[in-house]
């Protein structure tokens, strides 16, 4: 079991940056591919980034690649989310998740844990 807890979002302008984190319970962290998705109103979930379990790959969606970096610090059971150039259309609430498979995924249904997840707000 796994429980995950983000924190980082907020109010902020075009053009600005947040960094986003998610803390990690449990003693197996480690070997966990990780995820971000982030849901708009209206809209279906969607996947943003995924990491596998020693950071050694990533994989991003076209709309936030080289703008969104995932990054994670498996000693402090934590992966972040660094949003760099942000827009308005990436106003959703953003969750983590963490997935048993050994792959990175970008499909909901492969995950197995998620957050409560974090607002992210950006103003024109």
């Known amino acids: 079991q796994v ?5 980082g979002g907020g109010l902020v302008q075009a053009g600005g940056s947040l960094r986003l984190s998610c803390a990690a319970s449990g003693r197996t962290f480690s070997s966990y591919v990780m995820g971000w998705f982030r849901q708009a109103p209206g809209k279906e979930r969607e996947f943003v980034a995924a990491i596998s379990w020693n950071g050694g790959s990533t994989y991003y969606a076209d709309s936030v690649k080289g703008r969104f970096t995932i990054s994670r610090d498996n000693a ?3 992966v972040y989310l660094q949003m760099n150039s942000l827009k308005p259309e990436d106003t959703a609430v953003y969750y983590c998740a963490a997935s048993r498979l050994m792959t990175i995924i970008t499909t909901n249904r492969h995950y197995d844990y998620w957050g409560q997840g974090t607002q992210v707000t950006v103003s024109s």
């Open 76 to 78: 402090k059971n934590t």
């Open 3 to 7: 429980q995950l807890v983000e924190s």
